[in-house]
């Protein structure tokens, strides 16, 4: 793993608790402020440069500021996620995909001339080989999407 450059006005968080780094002191110490209670404390940059490289600590960065400014800190310490359990398809017609899009073009009736709707566009395509299944050109979306395939 890196190991992180620690700099003043960084703010860590070692073992649960929120710190500030306030200063640097002679022989590898750094100066932290703890942010619930504002009392001072010293640990040298080795220890917390340990702490973060065996998880448990972090940095809390920009994104946990706008975060914090957002939403407040309750939300900012809750551990963020991820949707890594996406459907990777391994064969043909195994996910198609539908989408939808209004066109630039309109329906105009006939007799009156006035215009009655713009036209939808769908595509059904399957995500393993990236081919178009079906083309759906209708006048509303809530028409309801036939079995295509």
């Known amino acids: 793993m ?11 968080k070692l073992l649960g ?4 780094i306030e200063q640097r002191l002679p022989h ?3 100066l932290l402020k703890h942010f619930a209670s504002g009392t001072s404390s010293v640990k040298s940059e080795q220890e917390i440069a340990k702490a973060l490289s065996h998880g448990d600590g972090e940095v809390l960065g920009k994104e946990y500021e706008r975060d914090e400014a957002r939403y407040g800190r309750r939300i900012a310490n809750l551990p963020k996620r991820t949707n890594d359990t996406a459907i990777i398809p391994t064969h043909r017609l ?4 539908v989408d939808h899009t209004k066109l630039d073009l309109v329906v105009i009736d006939e007799k009156t001339r006035i215009p009655v709707c713009r036209s939808w566009l769908r595509i059904r395509t399957c995500a393993f ?6 083309l759906e050109l209708s006048p509303d979306q809530s028409i309801e999407i036939r079995r295509s395939v």
Do not use: C, F, N, W
């Not at 608790?17 to 500030?20: D, G, K, N, T």
């Not at 080989?129 to 079906?134: E, G, P, Q, S």
């Open 2 to 12: 890196k190991r992180q450059q620690l700099r003043v006005g960084m703010r860590v």
């Open 17 to 20: 608790e929120e710190y500030s």
């Open 28 to 30: 590898g110490q750094l």
């Open 94 to 97: 195994d996910r198609p995909q």
């Open 129 to 134: 080989t990236r081919m178009i299944l079906a």
